[in-house]
């Protein structure tokens, strides 16, 4: 999957950086390094679901995990 990142310079120095594919999904660094490694980091909190909570009880139901 590639998504598209808009990367800002941040007025305080650093950079800072959103994803506008996934709402809320932003992050920051100190240097452009940093804020690649953060991305990833932020995409990959931005899409993981806890799905303890769901209740798939019905046979017809299923959780299952896909690779993106």
Known sequence: MKLKVVVHEAEEGGYWAEVPAIPGCATQGDS??????????????????????????????????IAV
């Open 32 to 65: 452009f390094e940093e804020l690649l490694g953060n991305l990833y980091e932020a995409v990959e909190g931005c899409l993981s679901v806890d799905v303890r909570d769901i209740d798939a009880s019905s046979g017809t139901d299923r959780i299952v995990e």
